[in-house]
């Protein structure tokens, strides 16, 4: 049965939504100067689409049509309260005599608004614990549900950073812009942490039905390629060739219905060559250059696994080595879970679990599923039934989402 064109269009405006709609707020952000206001605008917008596609057609460039709409329904909002503020006719004024100019469907250069966006979103003015959530949240459009899980906080504590931030950059008229070449270096940082926390989302999503989530770590892939164009340093570099190496695993981490392959498992075969090919070659770059960080360390280790025909053949060795570097340039837990875990594939399962073991002991990662997953896949390799299964149930309740717990379950299972 045919729809009928009432839900048909409706199916396209949520098409369009999905596609624009994070390119769409962050355009009208940098034309009404104003977060809140840009999101009303936007969700006006796409309510008159609704409308209005229906009977004039839906336009050659929705995101253009949809930019303009929205700054003049902004417009017309700021003239309804001018009523009753004197000072918001001024507003509207300067808003109407500004360029109405919007970018092209194909604008993907490095003055992208998004891009422009993430670096108004951390800017030094801005607490440090708001800036990454903040970008999550406008530029990426995740839920703040999402952000706190990846922050292992709670909602609201998540919601009223957002909240406050918004409020600084609105007050102190933080300009959004692309700092200039003198200003990029100490801006980098934070944004290098806001693109790989909205790739690994991507790549592993905090929760939901599915491992991965291809629109984020695509989103992420492009927000890196943008930052390389504009500031090709080492760490840029390490970042773009690290999600590119992960990003090339897509294909053979899941099996055909959905459940999740181990690294160890996956048909290599799968694994995107032109990617390893591309990740590769700027982890040697970067490299060379001698001023590498966390990033490109942990590029170098992805490479290792990629240069593997398979999982016999990979150079652990090798990658206990570049942990060990990495835990002393830029020490965390769970990189000294990630060492143990090679670790434990160097010498012996062990070995590793006596590392995991002593990581938990101080109190770190015990919320972390991933920390009590490894252990006991460490336990039952040596046998040890009960301790594996009392680990499994330990990562089973932690874990949000359904591959993984569908594979935890498994595991549990296969145990008797």
Known sequence: MSQNPEEQMRRTVDSVYRAESNRILATLIRLLGDFDLAEDAMHDAFAAALDQWAKAGVPANPRAWLVSTGRFKAIDAIRRRARFDNSQEKIAEELETQSSEVPGAKDDNVEDDRLRLIFTCCHPALAPEARVPLTLREVCGLTTEEIARAFITSAPTLAQRIVRAKAKIRE?????????????????????????????????????????????????????????????????????????????????????????????????????????????????????SRRFGPYTLQAAIAAVHSEAQNASETDWPQIVALYSVLARTDPSPVVELNRAVAVAMRDSPGAGLKLIEAILARGVLVDYHLAHSARADLYRRLGKTAEARFAYEKALALTQQEPERRFLAKRLQELG
Do not use: C
Request: glycine share 6%; aromatic share 4%; no cysteine.
């Open 172 to 288: 102190a008229r933080i300009p959004y812009q692309v700092p200039s070449p003198a200003e990029l270096p100490e801006r980098l940082d934070a944004v290098l942490q806001v693109v790989y926390l909205v790739f690994n989302e991507g790549y592993s999503a905090s929760s939901g039905t599915t491992l991965t989530r291809a629109d984020l770590s695509g989103e992420a892939i492009r927000l890196g390629r943008l930052l390389h164009a504009l500031l090709p340093e080492p760490e840029v570099m390490g970042l773009l060739a690290l999600m590119l190496l992960q990003e090339s695993r897509r294909a053979a981490r899941t099996s055909h219905d959905g459940e999740l392959i181990l690294l160890e498992q996956q048909d290599r075969s799968l694994w995107n060559r032109e990617q390893i090919k591309e990740g590769v070659a700027l982890v040697e770059r970067a490299l060379t």
